[in-house]
């Protein structure tokens, strides 16, 4: 199976290029460079044999170009921080909804099926932070007792204070970033083209993704960039909540096993939807995260405290009781062994990351 990859030399792109590749794929990668550190990959894609096209997915032409003897479309492109967006909305539109629909043409024109990199940020702030919580110690947690005392026996479609949000709960509303925003028209896009052309679109709305290979930095990709500065000693900043916000964290290895489930499966699960994370058990809060790193590279870091950001999640948890019940997935990387595996990753190429990081006075905000 030859297999393209459009954002390819970004971090998950990247790692699924290397997965599919080891599984005896061929593996085509189209990507801008735009991003830094991506260009890093490219010497990798070399070494193993996965061919890289330098295009863009907002330019029709660039697809024209590819090759013909394509079996399926994975869409990791994007603009990803949930930050940049509100200085320059057209660049988060033109991007990942317009870029989209390109790839959407393309993957109707040669008969190929889509899997596409969806967000939990397509779910409204205003929603997802209006089920009540209760601050604790480490982190804010639902309050079971007001939800339930509040929504009754009818419950809310969508959440279940015990295991989080699933696929059914409403992408209406407001606050959801300018990055929600476009990549809610994308992924409605998706779901049109399944319906209107039979195109086998697979949608997957993934909270936190985490792993060796990410470049994080502070308007994305907080859980690997907590490593990092905890590393290399540089600052960091609580956006918000105190530390408090929590989210769900699912890493790239088991990522890459759904991708594969999901093509292996078209058939099956051609234009349905997924909420993919972590789940309950690989939450944590920023605190936690800082605790941990503290514990792994025996390390203090300095923090700031900063005011809440426009349409952030105080707690975003995803069930993923869907993706276990169709394909029989669920995450079996842990938090502990994600973080190893970062932190190995962050010392095998300490030389390039310090380049990147070493001088650099960041601050996070988590998406």
Not at 138 to 145: C, G, H, I, Q
Request: proline share 2%.
């Amino acid at each position: 199976m030859q297999i393209l990859i459009t954002g390819g030399a970004g971090f998950m792109g990247s790692q699924l290029a290397f997965f599919m590749s080891e599984r005896g794929h061929k593996v085509v990668v189209m990507d801008n460079l735009v991003r830094r550190g991506s260009e890093l990959n490219l010497k990798h894609f070399k070494r193993r044999g996965i061919t890289f096209l330098h295009g863009d997915v907002r330019n029709r032409e660039d697809f024209a170009a590819l090759p013909r003897e394509i079996d399926v479309l994975c869409d990791t492109s994007a603009q990803a921080s949930a930050i940049t967006g509100y200085a320059n909305p057209t660049f988060d539109l033109s991007n990942n909804a317009l870029g989209l629909v390109n790839a959407l043409e393309f993957a109707r024109t040669r008969n190929l099926p889509v899997i596409f990199w969806s967000t939990s940020r397509v779910y409204s702030a205003d929603l997802v932070n209006s089920f009540p919580s209760e601050e604790g110690a480490t982190r804010f947690a639902w309050s079971k007792e007001k939800f339930r005392a509040q929504a009754g026996d009818r419950g809310v479609a969508g959440f279940d204070p015990d295991l989080g949000f699933s696929e059914e709960l409403s992408v209406d509303g407001g606050e959801h970033s300018i990055y929600g925003l476009s990549k809610l028209m994308a992924d409605l896009a998706c779901q049109e083209y399944a319906n209107a052309f039979g195109v086998k679109t697979v949608i997957n709305r993934f909270s936190c993704v985490a792993g060796p290979g990410q470049f994080g930095k502070s308007e994305q990709g907080w859980v690997t960039w907590w490593a990092v500065a905890h590393r290399f000693g540089l600052p960091l900043s609580y956006i918000g909540y105190g530390g408090k916000q929590v989210r769900d964290v699912v890493f790239s290895a088991d990522v890459c096993r759904l991708v594969e489930m999901e093509i292996q499966n078209i058939d099956r699960v051609a234009g349905q939807v997924f909420n993919i994370g972590g789940g309950v058990a690989n939450s944590l809060s920023l605190l936690e995260a800082t605790a941990l790193l503290r514990e792994k590279t025996g390390r203090d870091v300095s923090i700031a405290h900063d005011e809440p950001r426009k349409a952030d999640h105080c707690i975003f948890i995803c069930d993923n009781r869907k993706a276990e019940r169709v394909l029989g997935w669920k995450p079996l990387v842990g938090i502990h062994e994600g973080y190893d595996r970062i932190l190995h990753w962050v010392d095998e190429n300490e030389a390039d990351l310090r380049v990147m990081y070493g001088s650099a006075n960041h601050a996070v905000a988590v998406r």
